[in-house]
């Protein structure tokens, strides 16, 4: 009878465990980034940054309002394109995500920014610097590093001060990432008393950019400075370097500061003359940089690219900030994400009224052999 009774007990006890854990409650939280095409590299290192972080969070346990919660990951693919991130942020409205990490480019990230605004989702994008994004106001966008008012000026500066250049032919890939960071260069350039003596136009889909730097090339400048991502940088200073345009500094924003400018410039010499800019600290100057790399490159090995720390970090802000309302209901919760004070991976994340990063690092960086090294 007493070992029934034990055997009663035992089975209650499990029961009520197994119950427990039935409900938990599961909160997801949304990714978008390119994971087809031309910016693949970016969009996976991205998903990776947010993988990382879900994992980590649900091994160290969250708990949301006295509730224990598992954390998934909703993840969409924008392709870089403005009308499939638009779509891949309807679909995660649909599913009710309580947050989004992402998108990667400014051209995918302003429009997708109004629908969530419109379906009162908060997103932090990692990666996206157009000024632009948080014109609207809306109370639902945020973003965890400089925009290009601060890369685009800080690299006119340099060229200007740093490197005492008089002239500069511009070219940009027109879309708002691209022709954004060209447009603050430019104007920038212009005020350090820089002289502009050539404005070219491509795509982000174009590899082949020999008309337009056989132009440049006869107005011989000091520099030339490219608004765009590296799967257009890569060819465009392989294509330098046979047109003998090899003397000339080769300027550009966060889309070209990556690891795979390496291997898409192909062993280019020009790749020697390039001076990128990121906003935030470089790793090595990151609070926690060095080990969170460590951990990143064990769990996915040469696939770093550039903002996955970052990335990590928006995963996480989203999730304390939840934890600080007692709740992942969006509604409740959205309006502390402005009052985060998170020690995070890449910074202290704290946010201006209007969802800018309070107090912005920015790091100039530069190209040897295999190596990028930052200047600052």
């Known amino acids: 009878m007493q070992m029934k009774l034990k055997l009663t007990v035992a089975a209650a006890v499990a029961m009520l465990g197994g119950l427990a854990a039935a409900q938990d409650m599961v909160v997801k939280i949304g990714h978008v980034g390119p994971i087809s095409g031309a910016q693949a590299s970016y969009g996976k290192d991205n998903e990776n940054g947010a993988r990382m972080a879900i994992d980590d969070l649900n091994a160290a346990g969250v708990v949301i309002g006295g509730k224990k919660v598992k954390l998934e990951l909703v993840a ?34 302003i429009p997708a920014s109004k629908i969530y605004n419109d379906c009162g989702i908060p997103h932090i994008t990692p990666s996206a610097t157009n000024p632009n994004l948080t014109k609207p106001g809306y109370k639902t966008t945020y973003r965890l590093l400089a925009n290009d008012n601060a890369l685009g000026a800080g690299l006119a500066f340099y060229a200007a001060d740093g490197l005492k250049l008089k002239t500069v032919a511009i070219i940009d890939d027109r879309t708002a990432y691209g022709q954004g960071v060209a447009e603050v260069f430019k104007n920038t350039a212009k005020q350090k008393g820089m002289t502009v003596v050539d404005e070219q136009y491509t795509t982000d889909k174009s590899t082949d950019f020999m008309a337009i730097l056989t132009a440049i090339k006869a107005k011989n400048p000091d520099a030339i400075f ?151």
């Open 76 to 109: 969409e693919d924008d392709a870089a394109d403005p009308k499939q991130g638009a779509a891949a942020a309807q679909k995660l409205c649909d599913a009710k995500v309580a947050g989004v990490a992402g998108h990667l480019n400014s051209g995918t990230t």
């Open 226 to 376: 490219f608004g765009g991502m590296d799967p257009q940088a890569g060819p465009m200073l392989r294509q330098m370097e046979q047109l003998g345009l090899t003397r000339q500094k080769y300027f550009g924003g966060d889309g070209i500061c990556t690891m795979d400018l390496i291997k898409q410039s192909g062993g280019a010499k020009t790749l020697d003359n390039v001076v990128c800019a990121e906003g935030g600290a470089s790793l090595e100057k990151m609070p926690t940089g060095k080990a969170w790399k460590a951990r990143y490159d064990a769990k996915f090995p040469g696939q770093f690219q550039v903002y996955s720390p970052y990335v990590y970090d928006a995963v996480f802000v989203l999730v304390e900030a939840m934890k600080a309302a007692g709740s992942a209901d969006p509604k409740v919760y959205t309006p502390f994400i402005g009052k985060t004070n998170f020690k995070g991976v890449t910074t202290t994340v704290q946010f201006e009224s209007n969802g800018e990063l309070k107090n912005p690092a920015m790091t100039l960086y530069t190209y040897k052999g295999d190596k990028k090294n930052a200047l600052n």
